[in-house]
């Protein structure tokens, strides 16, 4: 008997010694741990967007070629530019406080197209005539600053509403060098937009993000209204509290009307960054 409880007791010493190391590599999340990658200050991303491309403009004359309106324009059907582009985007974060974050991020985008016309149209008030060889140039500088509150703060993730500044500069110019015609057009301003985020972390390094900002005018006389939609829906994977990578879809639309000048521009595509914080 004496043998038996001997056998049992070093049975029972060497469970526990086994045990031990899993014991010690599993231990309790503690409450008051953020998840990975949401102890920073300053976050900053470099990544490169895939959008398609929907653009169109129409420009009217301006001085003695006043009044005369602008054909609606294609981008893709009528200048030859391409419908998709890479893109590289650039982000930083400030985050002096848990729930208080300072945002701004810059997006070149500039597309060519070289073709020629299957119509005859007008842009700022010159005809260009169908078979005429054009070049064309669309240089859109889309940059926004933001402050974002959270109201909603906890280690599964957060919620939160945007208050936003978006500067678009948008210009697009026609040549017709055997006719030695060039023309351009540009659309400049800041422009207001309201919006809301919201991040749920499914494992404690990894999280979905949704994010929307939004501004509509109305028309006001026949000669000016806007909208500006930026819809973005991405995943980020965290390697440590310093480095991740994050993958998502983002939509891009900017609409406006000025006398009678109008723009209407819509990127989609997926897109992927590296992010590294401090």
């Known amino acids: 008997m004496t043998t038996q409880i001997l056998r049992v007791c070093i049975c029972a010493v060497a469970l526990l010694v086994a ?85 701004a991020q810059y997006i070149p985008i500039s597309l060519d197209g070289t073709t020629t016309l299957n119509r005859t149209i ?55 060098p055997s006719f030695n015609l060039s023309e351009f057009a540009r659309a400049r301003a800041p422009i207001p937009a309201l919006g809301g985020i919201g991040r749920v972390y499914v494992v404690p390094n990894i999280s979905i993000t949704g994010e929307v900002t939004a501004f509509k005018l109305p028309t006001i006389e026949d000669k000016y209204s806007g909208h500006y939609v930026d819809v973005d829906i991405y995943g980020t994977m965290n390697f440590t509290n310093n480095i991740g990578v994050k993958g998502g879809f983002r939509s891009l ?3 406006y009307l000025v006398k009678q000048d109008t723009g209407d521009f819509t990127l989609n595509g997926l897109y992927f960054a590296a992010v590294l914080r401090y």
Not at 25 to 46: C, F, K, L, M, W
Not at 63 to 77: K, P, R, V
């Open 19 to 103: 045990a031990a190391p899993a014991s010690a590599q599993y231990r309790p999340r503690p409450v008051n741990d953020p998840a990975t990658g949401e102890s920073y200050h300053i976050e900053g991303s470099v990544g490169l967007w895939f959008p398609s491309a929907d653009l169109t403009v129409a420009s009217s004359g301006s001085g003695f070629l006043s009044g005369i309106g602008g054909t609606s324009i294609s981008a893709q059907n009528d200048l030859g530019m391409p419908s998709s582009r890479t893109l590289p985007e650039f982000e930083i974060v400030l985050r002096p406080a848990q729930r208080h974050k300072l945002r």
């Open 122 to 176: 007008v842009f700022n008030g010159q005809a260009y005539q169908i078979g005429v060889p054009i070049l064309s140039t669309l240089d859109w500088k889309a940059a926004r600053f933001n402050y974002e509150f959270d109201f909603i703060s906890n280690n599964r993730g957060f919620g939160g509403f945007i208050l936003e500044a978006k500067y678009t500069d948008v210009r697009v110019e026609l040549d017709a």
């Open 253 to 255: 639309n900017l609409g």
